[in-house]
């Protein structure tokens, strides 16, 4: 990373009207390790066909709450869509865990999600299947072109915030109205 371009961990990528590639159109996607290598982030605001209940059933773990059975699983990103990435604010040493930042972390292992349906799992998590993830300079670039507002994370964003309004609430945080934003972009 050079003087000019600070890593982006803990901050969101939010798609701005102008992006072209589909698969992120209109997406927020906390971004968990960038450095000269690249990046890869999740995307937190796409709900996937599925609900927690099944990807339990698929991995044979058993639960007898309802409620979270009930919670959707979040589409992550194209990247491994079968590999299931686990967002929280639990600190505790899970066997696959990344720090994003204080107090949220990133974990691929199956610990979490046995501690989840035993009722002993994060206070706050979102479970997504499949990641983003942009080779080195990709995200620079992209940012370059005007594809991506950058926003700092935080957790009632992250946790709180209901699906459908992560979008616009994200660039909100920064004074941007992405509704009123033109679907193209330019340099002058």
Known sequence: MSALSPPLSNHLLVALPSLADSTFARAVALICQHD?????????????????GEVFAQMEIDTDDGDLRSVPVLNGGPVHPERGFVIHDDARSWDSSLKVAEGLYLTTSRDILEAMAAGQGPRNALVTLGCAGWSAGQLEQELADNSWLTVPADAALLFATPLDERWQL???RIG???FSMAGYSGHA
């Open 170 to 172: 994200s660039g909100s």
């Open 36 to 52: 000269d290598n690249g990046a890869m982030g999740v995307v937190v605001n796409q709900a996937s066909d599925f609900t927690l």
């Open 176 to 178: 941007v109205d992405l």
